[in-house]
């Protein structure tokens, strides 16, 4: 088949994207490079991606409809997974700007480009922040979600109110996932994790917010994305509910679909096993929790497995070993 990637050098767009190549599928990835963090990181990811001869990249940003029009002219994708986005909680303290640029901006772009060339699935990332200040736990797709403690979590849940307008109007099917807490090798480098282990192997404090009282549904990359393929095939029909936990739309060919671990780890569980793969202790530096900060995640998945018959399963103990492995490899240290 062939795809169109948005955001193909970007953590999750990148193992995405290489996991479709090896399958054997054709991927035309779309990345603006934004400095967010290291371009290198973003350079190295796409040159890995380009050992393909079924990768087809292209630099611009999302936002700008000339452009994209003529991609989706020359690539003609049948399906579309659009994982291009401003993230990051804390950013979005200072820097509200870029995430309505990138975000609500962006996916209007791709939005408009498939109601001009429609495709066979369009699938979008959104996120967990979306569930707020929700207590309810687990988190169900089928929750009220009007609470975002953080303008990331704002932009992403209008995404899903764009998706759903543009499935109800034009009738392209779309999926929202919801994505928790995601980590692995060629990791983001403003996550924790990355952070964590760059400061332990070098000698530096790390700065543990809230006091550690936080949990987390950390979720491997290598399941993340197993189960973005999965749900490619289970495209949306208006009111046709797979499972009583369904959240399709009565009115359109809309869902939102949790990609979780369903098992939420205590921050203070994950420096442990980073300490552990890392083979020294943290020096932490207890700090309060920070402003737009949810204190627990957690996935109800039971939709998912509904949808795939599979549910991620990595435990945080083995997804961190093969983190470590790979920045101490990457980085040389």
Known sequence: MKFLVTGSAGFIGFHLSRS?????????????????????LKQARHAQLSRHAGFTPHLFDL???????????????????????????????EHPESYIH?????????????????????????TSSAYGANASMPFRETDA????????????????????????????????????TVYGPWGRPDMAMFRFTD?????????????????????????????????VDCVPEAGRRVAECDSVSPVAPFRVVNIGNASPVPLLELIAAIETACGREATRNYLPLQPGEVLKTWADTAL?????????ATDIRTGTAAFVAWFRQHYGL
């Open 304 to 312: 998912l497995r509904a949808l795939t018959g599979q549910v991620p």
């Open 102 to 126: 990138a975000n609500i901006q962006g996916t209007f772009s791709l939005l408009e480009a498939c109601k001009a060339r429609p495709v066979r699935h369009l699938l979008m990332a959104s």
């Open 20 to 40: 479709l190549l090896e399958a054997g599928h054709a991927v035309a990835g779309i990345d603006a490079m934004v400095p967010y963090y290291d371009v290198g």
């Open 145 to 180: 979600v009007a609470t975002p403690l953080n303008i990331y979590a704002a932009t992403k849940l209008a995404t899903e109110q764009m998706g759903h307008s543009y499935a109800a109007l034009w009738q392209q099917p779309v999926t929202m996932f919801r994505f928790f």
């Open 199 to 231: 400061a332990i192997l070098q000698g530096r404090p790390i700065d543990v917010y809230n006091h550690g009282r936080m949990e987390r549904d950390f979720t491997y990359v290598d399941d993340l994305v197993a189960a973005v393929i999965r749900l």
């Open 63 to 93: 936002a700008d409809p000339g452009r994209l029009a003529e991609v989706m002219a020359a690539e003609a994708p049948e399906v579309v997974i659009h994982l291009a986005a401003q993230a990051g909680v804390r950013y979005a303290l």
